[in-house]
């Protein structure tokens, strides 16, 4: 039977639960242990989809097409489980799943009410995400709440794995609770008070944490230690320090060294091989002894919350691995990129255009696009970097003057970029969307496999097919992909099904690596292997930076 355990979050949030649960998966998971893990989000969003990343960080999206939280492409870097749709959920699919119960009668005329109508269905939603009971249940599931020990929205959460724990009966469940315990500078001293609050919150509604992971910017003294087991009511060895690092690659080390995995084992009263973490070690190694270093530029609008390109920012770091090259990425905010300023990208070693909604800052990034292909610079389009580099491409090169996005500009009279519903029909009229149609769940998602063209620098990173995640609602318009294939744009690869425009590129004889894709290559990438896209395109920043063609290399 699958046991269970329960992450929860105390003090503040931004702790790291999301890394502190896909880190001991991973030990877990190098005992021999089949793991998963779920998230429960505590907002009434049906999903993040929506959701701006200055809010809420990037949409990680599964490959059957989930958009959820972003503490999912943590899991899929840490284990080998792969995610799914049921691995994610938040308040609004709860009360959205009760309601649509209770207008079928399914509740039989009663009055529906939180307990134990919500409680129940979160338990419910729980064991699917498991696979309980079925063919894909795992041995261990770790459940991550969402939210802090005390904030209304996580109440029913909380409530329904207390009853859980009780349903499934003693050594089937443990609770581990992360919480702060700040330096005050000013007294010189740590301090517990608030880990003693938390947990006294948290024994309030009926949940006695067997684990607490204590979050400072160093490792609490065992006098700490003591004095917060004492307050809490865990013993001595469940209080564990989970201090700050140079990379989040070393925590399942820090947490195996100090017997977290070995707890949770007892606790479940689960018999396994001893760890074996030889690979993360590997892994630090690498980080920690890097040959070289590139840097890129990644020009976008969300540049404020690093959070917000999260995953690429992870499959940079792991190419430049397989590299053997530390990469330094410097975020630059398309709005401030100009005719006259686009030159100061001059000095990097390449440059990526990642995803993207909306119209705000988007001649940035086609100038971007521009100065990368005319200066001969490695480029990466991802989404929206890809879409970008095909109107500027229509506009300088296939004397297209006028393309653009009905995205951007919804009646713009080249659109090289389009809804496939607003593609012109026989007798020339284009089709807009209407402005106040629902923009929840119109996307093309998750995985879906394309055809690539042979003797092109697609087929050298991927061979004949490529299989990789989506987040669009826009495509190239099929009516304009002849005039640019004729002024010199690659389509390397189209979809299997739509023949729908997956990558351009530009040939190797003008341009050493310019590539656009319609997908999102950083979701398949993990610290082991990196990603092929990314591992090439690091490969390119290097050969650039070698070449002595960029400002930095001839200074």
């Known amino acids: 039977m699958t046991k269970f355990v329960f992450v929860t979050g105390g003090v503040v949030s931004s702790l790291g639960k999301g890394i502190a649960s896909a880190s001991l998966a991973a030990i877990l998971e190098s005992r021999g242990l089949k793991v998963t893990l779920i998230k429960l989000d505590p907002y009434l969003n049906v999903d993040p989809g929506t959701m701006s990343p200055f809010q809420h960080g990037e949409v990680y999206v599964t490959n059957d097409g989930a958009e959820t939280d972003l503490d999912l492409g943590h899991y899929e870097r840490f284990i080998e489980t792969r995610m799914r749709r049921s691995n994610n959920f938040t308040t ?47 041995d ?21 794995v207390r009853q859980l724990s009780l349903r499934m009966g003693p050594n089937n469940s443990a609770f581990v609770h992360l919480t702060y315990v700040p ?21 309030e509604i009926g949940i006695q944490p067997d684990v607490l992971l204590c979050r400072a910017d160093r490792y609490i003294p065992q006098d700490e230690c003591d004095k917060i087991s004492l307050f809490t009511n865990v013993q001595q060895w469940g209080v564990i320090s989970m201090p700050d690092v140079d990379t989040i690659y070393k925590v399942p080390r820090v947490l195996h060294e100090q017997g977290l995995d070995g707890l949770i084992c007892d606790k479940l009263r689960l018999n396994t091989q001893p ?46 691995m397989k590299n053997h090259v530390r990469v330094q990425i410097e975020h630059v905010d398309s709005e401030t990129i100009t005719e006259a300023s686009v030159s100061q990208l001059a000095r990097f070693d390449a440059i990526l255009v990642p995803g993207g909604f909306g119209k705000r800052g988007i001649e940035g990034k086609i100038q971007t696009a521009r100065f990368a292909r005319e200066n001969r610079i490695p480029y990466l389009g991802i989404c929206l970097g890809m879409q970008v580099a095909t109107i500027e491409f229509a506009r300088h090169m296939a004397g297209l003057a006028e393309a653009n996005s009905t995205e951007f500009e919804p009646h713009c009279s080249q659109p090289v970029i389009a809804l496939i519903t607003e593609w012109k029909d026989a007798d020339g009229t284009i089709k807009t969307r209407d402005a106040n149609s629902d923009l929840g769940g119109t996307m093309r998602l998750g995985a879906q496999s394309s055809n690539v063209a042979e003797g092109t ?19 190239a318009n099929v ?14 690869a189209l979809t299997q099904r739509e023949q729908l425009t997956e990558m351009v590129e530009l040939p190797q004889t003008v341009h050493p690596w310019f590539v656009g894709v319609q997908f999102h290559p950083e979701f398949n990438s993990t610290p082991w292997n990196g990603h092929p896209l990314f591992n090439a395109f690091i490969k390119a920043a290097l050969g650039h930076q070698s070449s002595g063609k960029n400002l930095k290399a001839v200074a």
Not at 142 to 152: N, Q
């Open 479 to 492: 009516h304009y992909l002849d005039k640019l294939r004729v002024s010199g744009l690659v389509i390397s």
């Open 140 to 160: 261990v599931a770790i459940v991550e709440i969402g939210g802090t020990v005390g904030d209304i929205e996580s109440l029913p959460f909380l409530e329904a």
């Open 183 to 203: 330096w005050i500078a000013a007294a010189g001293e740590l301090k517990t008070k608030p880990t003693q609050h938390t947990v006294q919150k948290l024994r």
């Open 92 to 138: 609004g699919q709860i009360y959205k799943s009760v309601l649509e119960k209770e207008r079928r009668g399914d509740y039989l005329g009663k009055t529906v009410q939180v307990i134990p109508h919500v409680t129940n269905e979160i338990q419910e939603f729980i064991k699917r995400g498991a696979g309980f009971e079925t063919d894909h249940a795992v």
């Open 457 to 475: 620098l697609a087929h050298q990173i991927y061979g004949n097919v490529v299989t990789e995640r989506h987040r669009h609602r826009y495509e």
């Open 275 to 320: 760890a074996n973490l030889k690979r993360w070690d590997d892994l630090v190694f690498e980080v920690e002894h890097p040959q070289g270093e590139v840097t890129i530029a990644m020009v976008g609008k969300y540049v404020d919350l690093s959070d917000s390109y999260k995953s690429v920012n992870e499959a940079l770091r792991h190419a430049g």
